[in-house]
């Protein structure tokens, strides 16, 4: 079985500050896929980013970084110069290496305050 | 712009009244997903087709039925809804090169 932990239920954090949200996952498969999802108030979950379990390499894209290692297990992102825009729930998710099995984390709420 | 569409944004039935909720996409994948979330919950799969092919996740309830006439469309049918079906129902795609799932705005299906 695979599981996802995402340990933080809430953050709060002022407009400006940089935040990371964590990730752990467990799962028997070599090859397997990350994912990283936003939903806003308004509910759709929006697709951030998607990462193989061979490549580590981290990646930037605007203020949105992930940092993916297989050491430990953890696929976190991080948030730099926060904005109230951000304010949403981010699930971290697993899918398996036969592709039909998405496991996602608990979500961590985060709350950007002008 | 090709998306997942899922009408109506809300829904609301009464204890009993059977409902169908509905998802379209432009996107052309040929897997279809159906999830409920709850309040403060991650989302939950209550099953999916690959192309028509219906899997059913072990603990969904018979309630929960689904139908997909063609690629485009899938249903979401609650032939007897309870109180404690009040969620809101995600429709997802599966994009084949990536496996990445693209999902809709969700209906949020209230239960009086």
């Known amino acids: 079985a695979q599981k996802v932990t995402q340990a933080q239920t809430e953050i709060s954090v002022v407009e400006k500050e940089d935040v990371t949200l964590d990730c752990v996952y467990e799962t028997r498969d070599t090859t397997y896929y990350l994912f990283w999802y936003k939903q806003p108030p308004s509910g759709e979950l929006v697709f951030l980013i998607r990462r193989n379990s061979f490549d580590e390499q981290n990646e930037i894209s605007g203020r949105y970084s992930w940092n993916f290692q297989k050491s430990t297990s953890s696929f976190n992102f991080t948030i730099t110069a926060s904005q109230v825009v951000d304010s949403a729930v981010y699930f971290c998710?697993?899918?398996?290496?036969?592709?039909?099995?998405?496991?996602f984390g608990g979500g961590t709420r985060l709350m950007v305050k002008p | 712009d090709a998306m997942v569409i899922q009408n109506p944004r809300y829904q609301v039935t009464q204890f009993g009244k059977p409902v169908t909720l509905s998802c379209s996409q432009t996107l052309n994948h040929n897997v279809m997903y159906w999830y409920q979330q709850k309040s403060s919950q991650a989302p939950k799969l209550l099953f999916h087709?690959?192309?028509?092919?219906?899997?059913n996740e072990a603990d969904t309830p018979d309630n929960f039925q689904s139908r997909r006439p063609n690629t485009s469309f899938c249903f979401l049918d609650i032939r007897s809804p309870g109180l404690g079906d009040a969620a809101m129902y995600l429709c997802?795609?599966?994009?084949?090169?990536?496996?990445?799932?693209?999902f809709g705005p969700g209906t949020r299906l209230t239960v009086l």
């Open positions: 997802a795609t599966r994009e084949g090169l990536t496996d990445t799932q693209y």
């Open positions: 087709y690959y192309d028509k092919d219906f899997n």
């Open positions: 998710a697993l899918l398996n290496n036969a592709g039909n099995m998405l496991t």
